[in-house]
């Protein structure tokens, strides 16, 4: 003896098919790709050394962080694999022109709450063998805002921090103008 069971109602069984169908479009065409390289550095050229960032402003130590944020965008990224200048095909050289610290926010009896740290660089990139230039930028902005407070080493600590990030934010910019990646 067989058991029947009801039949679905037709608007339940529509609901069910056009759900299957919209997960098996959304699954389907995610749209994720890796990116290609669309701009106009030869591929023949693979490697680039990056050295010591010139620094124009009276902060000392900030050309450092400019610098490692540089290699290690460059490293994570791979399209141009940074090296000892000896064995590098290109050059990208920097310079830190200005930075500067406003106050942003005060509390109600005026005293600085937050800051903002903007820093102006100029950037290079140069074929090492003929020195031409492959790309420049002569005002590459960033900036940061940072908790301000009367503690001169947390000041500096907050500081510093948000100069990291500007330098990693500009590497990334300068990196992704370089590869047209948008």
């Given at each position: 003896?067989?058991?029947?069971?009801?039949?679905?109602?037709?608007?339940?069984?529509?609901?069910?098919?056009?759900?299957?169908?919209?997960?098996?479009?959304?699954?389907?065409?995610?749209?994720?790709?890796?990116?290609?390289?669309?701009?106009?550095?030869?591929?023949?050229?693979?490697?680039?050394?990056?050295?010591?960032?010139?620094?124009?402003?009276?902060?000392?130590?900030?050309?450092?962080?400019?610098?490692?944020?540089?290699?290690?965008q460059f490293?994570?990224?791979?399209?141009?694999?940074?090296?000892?200048?000896?064995?590098?095909?290109?050059?990208?050289?920097?310079?830190?022109?200005?930075l500067?610290?406003?106050?942003?926010?005060?509390?109600?009896?005026?005293?600085?709450?937050?800051?903002?740290?903007?820093?102006?660089?100029?950037?290079?990139?140069?074929?090492?063998?003929?020195?031409?230039?492959?790309?420049?930028?002569?005002?590459?902005?960033?900036?940061?805002?940072?908790?301000?407070?009367?503690?001169?080493?947390?000041?500096?600590?907050?500081?510093?921090?948000?100069?990291?990030?500007?330098?990693?934010?500009?590497?990334?910019?300068?990196?992704?103008?370089?590869?047209?990646?948008?």
């Amino acid at each position: 003896m067989k058991t029947a069971y009801p039949a679905r109602p037709a608007p339940a069984r529509m609901s069910l098919r056009l759900g299957a169908a919209a997960f098996l479009l959304a699954t389907a065409g995610c749209g994720y790709h890796f990116s290609e390289r669309t701009d106009a550095i030869p591929v023949e050229l693979k490697t680039v050394t990056i050295p010591l960032w010139k620094n124009d402003t009276s902060q000392p130590g900030i050309e450092t962080i400019f610098t490692n944020a540089m290699v290690k965008q460059f490293a994570a990224r791979g399209w141009l694999d940074p090296v000892s200048t000896g064995k590098a095909d290109t050059v990208l050289e920097g310079k830190i022109e200005t930075l500067d610290v406003q106050p942003v926010s005060f509390s109600s009896v005026a005293i600085e709450l937050e800051d903002r740290v903007s820093v102006v660089a100029s950037v290079t990139l140069r074929r090492k063998s003929d020195e031409s230039v492959l790309w420049s930028s002569s005002r590459v902005l960033g900036s940061e805002v940072y908790d301000s407070t009367p503690d001169f080493n947390v000041n500096l600590r907050n500081r510093e921090q948000a100069l990291r990030k500007v330098a990693s934010d500009m590497a990334a910019s300068v990196h992704d103008q370089i590869f047209q990646v948008y």
